[in-house]
Every structure is written in C-alpha cells, then in structure tokens.
C-alpha cells in the first residue's frame, strides 16, 4: 500500500511538472539584512565622508537608495506592510540591486501630479518568493522616512540620493501626552459610534428584508460558523477600531529603528516614553479599513517630523469623523460656547 501512494505521488508529480514548472525561492527577515546594516553602508556620494559618517548631523549622512514608485494614495506609514508583484525587468533588476547592494533596503517614491513627492517612506524587504513564469512575490514593512535630495538615475529604475528623517519632540512631554491621552479615547469613542451605526444600518436592513432573506442569512452563517470553535469565530471577526488602533500602536513600537531629537529629562514613569508617543501619533492614522479615505492626512503624518504636530493632526482628523458620525446618527454636535468651555478647563 505504502509503495502505491509513492509511485502515484511520483505519477502525479511528473503530469505537473509537464503543465508547468514552478522554481521557488523564499527569504525570510534576518538580523543580517535590513535598515540598519543600510545606515552603516558607505556610498560615493560628496559629503559622505567620515566625519559626516559619525553621525554629527542630526539630518544624518546622505545614503544611496533605489526607488520603487507607488501612487500617492499607497503611502504606507510606521510598521505597515504591502504585497508586490515584481514582474515588469527593469523593477526585478531594481530588486536584485535592492537585495544585492542596499541591504534589503528600498524607498517608496509617491508619485503625485507634480512628480515624486520629497518625503520617502524607507522599507525593508521581509520576504520574497520567486516564481519562474510568473515574476518575484514581495513583502516590504516601513521602518523609516527620508528626504529624497538629489535623483542620481532615471532609467531603467530610479535611483536617488535620500538623508533620514528623525523625529523631534518638545522639552515638555505633558502636552504630547495629553493629546495622546484624547487620541486614546476618540478610538473608545469612535468605536462605540461605528457600533451604534451598524446596529442602526442593521435595522434599516431588517425592516426592508424578507422572512426568507433572514432564513437564508441564518443558514449561512451556520455553515460557516459551525463546524469552527470559539477561537477560529473570534479570529473571523472583524476587530473595531480601538481594535485596529491597539493593533497598529504595537506595531509601530515593534518597527521603530529611529532616533528623537528632545531635550526632555522627564522621568515620569505614568508619562509616556518617545517612543511611546512617537507610536500613538503613527497608530492614529492606521485604523481606517479602507486607509486610502485618510491619504491627505497620512501624507501630512508622514512629512511631520514634530511629534506633536502630528499628534495634533491626528486629534483634528479624529473630530471630524466623530462629527460625520454624530450627524449619521442624527446627534447633534456640542455647541461652540460648550466646546470653549470645555477646552477652558482643560
């Protein structure tokens, strides 16, 4: 029995293998390849010379780097990731240059009507699967912003010259933390909103639906869920904003290779590090579903190099879709005298 399911897996194997044939080569992330192995690389490029190299700039030296171009609306922030399909030569042979001379290490160039945007978002490559016929499967994470300062080679892909961008905080970190503290709780607030919106869109949807319209729903998601455990249910379930938000701050906190520039020497252990900040002000602009909706204000998030600016961004951008929602759902909005009053005892 044994010696029949191995020569019908050979069968099997050989009918494939006459179909098509498929080689595969797959990179896994390494503590050998990746941003910071690109920051101790040396390129030939005027200024980066030894003194620049130690770093006595806080812009840093400048640093050669192969662009990969993306529409605006793609801009990916803090710990993101996107799946590529690398398929076109010039961009594979942009990848072999990436993965043989640059660490891993690729900008994303966002191409607006203007042309590329100067604020690079600075990605590594985590993963990459080769497929004969069908070009290179690519998975990149930004861990990293810079300014792109000088465009070094056009064809057959874009290459340029870029200095990293670090962020910069405040002396004082009671404010940064108190904006975080009201980003914090808009997710709270934004959550129960969207909830509240469902329920609503629910029962609109109810009241023009027919009795077999429900069976038919009902038998449905007993198929689905039925033969699935409490776990697999959970997992299926789609997570809320406060959620997405939790989600995204932890990875943003994971993915930070950066350094801040503040002269704080708060040692308030209930205040939030720089770090910490720095990973509210990213998560903020990482919970929409659909994260094209916020791309003006992702753009701004990411061309922000003051943490509390951008923290601020982020609170502005939140109150409006409290605001949209609230009219949705047909609250009205607190008056201005109330919204003073308010701010005034904060």
Not at 186 to 192: D, F, H, I
Not at 292 to 300: A, F, L, M, N
Not at 321 to 337: F, H, N, Q, T, Y
């Amino acid at each position: 029995m044994q010696s029949r399911i191995s020569i019908l897996i050979f069968l099997v194997s050989l009918v494939s293998g006459a179909a098509f044939q498929i080689k595969s080569s797959v990179s896994l992330p390494t503590r050998l390849r990746g941003i910071s192995d690109w920051r101790d690389l040396m390129f030939d490029y005027p200024g980066t010379g030894d003194d620049r190299r130690l770093g006595m700039e806080e812009s840093g030296p400048p640093k050669s780097i192969c662009i990969l171009p993306f529409p605006y609306h793609e801009v990916l922030l803090q710990g993101e990731t996107k799946q590529l399909r690398l398929y076109e030569q010039r961009f594979i042979d942009l990848f072999e240059d990436v993965m043989d001379n640059y660490e891993g290490v690729v900008a994303m160039g966002l191409l607006a009507s203007s042309g590329i945007i100067q604020t690079v978002p600075i990605a590594e490559v985590e993963a990459y699967n080769r497929l004969e016929g069908f070009g290179i499967f690519v998975t990149i994470r930004v861990v990293g912003r810079a300014q792109i300062i000088d465009l070094t080679q056009q064809e057959p892909y874009i290459k340029g010259v870029c200095t990293e961008l670090s962020d910069e905080l405040p002396p004082n970190l009671d404010m940064p933390n108190m904006l975080a503290d009201t980003i914090e709780h808009a997710m709270v607030n934004l959550s129960s909103l969207e909830h509240k919106l469902d329920k609503k869109k629910e029962s609109e949807s109810s009241n023009t639906s027919t009795a077999m319209d429900k069976k038919k729903t009902v038998q449905l998601d007993d198929k689905f869920f039925g033969d699935m455990t409490e776990e697999e249910i959970e997992a299926e379930t789609p997570m809320d904003r406060r959620q997405r938000f939790q989600q995204a701050y932890r990875i943003a906190m994971d993915t930070d290779t950066g350094g801040y520039v503040s002269s704080s020497n708060q040692e308030n252990s209930e205040s939030r590090s720089p770090r910490e900040l720095t990973a509210v002000s990213w998560a903020a602009f990482m919970t929409e579903t659909v994260p094209e909706q916020d791309v003006s204000y992702r753009i701004q998030a990411m061309d922000e190099t003051k943490v509390f600016e951008r923290l601020k961004i982020a609170s502005f951008m939140l109150r409006e879709k409290s605001d949209r929602m609230k009219e949705e759902l047909g609250i009205s909005p607190p008056k201005k005298k109330d919204m003073e009053e308010d701010d005034g005892e904060d």
